[in-house]
Every structure is written in structure tokens, then in C-alpha cells.
């Protein structure tokens, strides 16, 4: 079991910064691929990042690639999202999950933390 609490999230102007944080509990969570999803009014849930378990390996949509960075630290049981050059398209609900198995998909993951909003204003 993993519970998951997100942090971080405001309203920014467009090419703004804002870091998110997730705190994470358990004793496994060394064990788990960490990723982020976002929610935009009327879209589909969509994968923004993942890092693996030892944060050796991460990934990326392509949308953000280059201007996110994802981090973990297993010792503080906390994965970030560094988001960098922020655009009005980047608004909506950010939400971190975790998963045994690594992956883009949000069907995949079995826990999720409660979301935090993400405005950028044009």
C-alpha cells in the first residue's frame, strides 16, 4: 500500500516555473516506478513523466520534454516534477501515481494521490 499526497501546484504566468512534490508513505516505496499525470478541463487523463525505482531511468511526453524534470528521492519518499517554460496548454490537475511496473499508461498504475492544480495564465 502507498498513499500519495501532491503539493506545489498555483497560478504562474506563461514561461513561469513551479516545482510539485509528491509524499509518498509505505514501507515498498523504494519499490515503485513514480509518475506524473495531468487532467485538463474536458481531456483525457494523460502521462507527463515517469522515473523508475532507483531514479536511474526516466521518461517523458513529448510535449514536456525538455522543459520538465522528474526526481526522486527514495530516502525522503518524495518524487518531484521541476516545470520549467510553462505554457497555458501545461494547465490542469497534476497528479502523481505509483506502480510495481513502469509505464505511460494511466490504467496501469494502482495508486494516486488526490491532484494539485496547475494554472498558467497567458
Known amino acids: 500500500q502507498v498513499q500519495l499526497v501532491e503539493s506545489g501546484g498555483g497560478l504562474v504566468q506563461a514561461g513561469g516555473s513551479l516545482r510539485l512534490s509528491c509524499a509518498a508513505s509505505g514501507r515498498t516505496f523504494n519499490n515503485y516506478a513514480m509518475a506524473w499525470f495531468r487532467q485538463a478541463p474536458g481531456k483525457e487523463r494523460e502521462f507527463v513523466a515517469v522515473?523508475?525505482?532507483?531514479?536511474?531511468?526516466?521518461a517523458y511526453a513529448p510535449s514536456v520534454k525538455g522543459r520538465f524534470t522528474i526526481s526522486r528521492d527514495n530516502a525522503k519518499k518524495t518524487v518531484y516534477l521541476e516545470m520549467h517554460s510553462l505554457k497555458p496548454e501545461d494547465t490542469g490537475v497534476y497528479y502523481c501515481?505509483?506502480?510495481?511496473?513502469?509505464?505511460?499508461?494511466?490504467?496501469?498504475?494502482?495508486?494516486w494521490g488526490q491532484g494539485t492544480q496547475v494554472t498558467v495564465s497567458s
Open positions: 522515473i523508475s525505482t532507483s531514479g536511474s531511468s526516466t
Open positions: 501515481a505509483a506502480n510495481l511496473v513502469a509505464g505511460t499508461s494511466s490504467r496501469k498504475y494502482d495508486y
